[in-house]
């Protein structure tokens, strides 16, 4: 009868359970002591790849210190990181949601002060900022850049038309915002989406595309002519204002209101075998270049005089169109920004928030947008 064996661990074998054991208890209370210091690092706001790196290169002190900062975290997750730069870090602020730390570190080594970054981030798109920080430094920020519409894509040419004109900063800006520096109807801004703000001038340009939102017709008691067409908003807005002038005995009718681009090649061709080239670049504008394109311009006649300058109706418009949403769109005071002579009988729907703020600070619609609306 065989013995019954009985299984005995040899004491080699249970040395190295215990030894195991020992490591994996070791290694487990790293892995918990390390989930830990990132669970505290993560708390102050950084990312988990922020919070890795300053972990594993002991910046933890140091973003205790200075807490959160949007820029400094971008920083540590960032290949660009330069550990000389990472005292200012912090106190850039944020650009955007698409900070990039290496054209921060080329501003840094061209030694602009931390402030004059902050101005330089907050007049510019990401790429105008990458361009920015590729030419070499610029003396005189402040001149231009106290104005937050100020962009520092334009900055040479701030700089070349207040030499060559004397203009003041904020005169400087508008005028350059609008391309007065460049030639009239030269490489203009091209637009083709509808919005109730939008700019169209000689350098301000619909494709040949563009067709106006929400176009009505607009019915025979406000015009005299045929077919006109019309926002329906600025239509609406119309209807209310001549029906409150109509209650003080006076009445105004629509001559022309949206020309479509081809209407506008039209009309130029029609003026150019008339009168020549030189009468049509002075005094039609180029198609595209036309605001009746936008649906949102019309010109008024009134019912009793021959010339609306002269007429009563001319003088509400100036005192109440405002009130409505519309303004005079080429004022005699602003020939220098809108390029265009006085017209006392073409009026500009842009709302009533816009009409408002242009009432009360008189200006031209071409400086509000350099102002309020230019990108
Ligand atoms: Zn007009």
Redesign the pocket.
């Known amino acids: 009868m065989a013995k019954r064996k009985r299984l005995k661990l040899k004491e080699p074998f249970i040395s190295i359970v215990r030894i195991l054991g020992v490591i994996l208890a070791i290694i487990l209370a790293v892995f918990l002591f390390y989930r830990y210091e990132i669970h505290t690092i993560k708390k102050l706001g950084y990312s988990e790849k922020a919070s890795q790196f300053i972990l594993f290169n002991f910046k933890k002190s140091y973003v205790k210190s200075v807490h959160y900062s949007d820029t400094l975290n971008a920083a540590f997750e960032s290949e660009s990181y330069n550990e000389k730069y990472l005292k200012y870090y912090a106190q850039i602020d944020y650009y955007k949601g698409d900070l990039l730390i290496s054209d921060i570190n080329s501003l840094l080594e061209k030694k602009y002060s931390v402030s004059e970054i902050n101005v330089i981030l907050a007049h510019g798109s990401l790429e105008d900022v990458r361009d920015f920080a590729k030419r070499d430094k610029v003396v005189y920020l402040d001149e231009y850049f106290d104005y937050p519409f100020a962009r520092i894509r334009l900055y040479d040419r701030y700089l070349a038309y207040s030499d060559e004109t004397g203009e003041n900063a904020y005169n400087t800006i508008v005028y350059v915002n609008l391309d007065i520096d460049k030639e009239e109807y030269n490489e203009p801004y091209l637009i083709n989406k509808f919005s109730i703000d939008m700019l169209v001038n000689k350098h301000f340009s619909l494709t040949k595309n563009f067709v106006p939102n929400n176009l009505v017709t607009i019915s025979s008691e406000d015009s005299k002519n045929e077919e006109i067409k019309l926002n329906g908003e600025a239509y609406k807005a119309f209807k209310q204002m001549k029906s409150d002038m109509n209650k003080e005995g006076l009445d105004i009718y629509i001559n ?1 209101g949206y020309r479509s681009y081809s209407e506008q090649e039209e009309l130029c061709d029609y003026y150019r075998n008339l009168y020549g080239d030189n009468y049509v670049s002075k005094y039609v504008a180029l198609p595209g270049f ?3 394109q936008t649906g949102l ?3 008024i006649s009134s019912t009793s005089v021959k010339t609306f300058a002269n007429s009563k109706e001319f003088r509400w418009m100036i005192d109440n169109s405002y009130k409505y949403g519309f303004i005079l ?2 004022d005699s005071m602003f020939i220098e920004e809108t390029q265009y002579n006085s ?1 006392p ?2 009026y500009r729907y842009v709302g009533t928030e816009i009409s408002n703020y242009i009432h009360e600070h008189y200006m031209s619609y071409e400086e509000y947008y350099a102002v309020n609306l230019f990108k």
């Open positions: 022309e036309s605001e009746h311009a019309i010109d769109r080429y017209e009988w073409h």
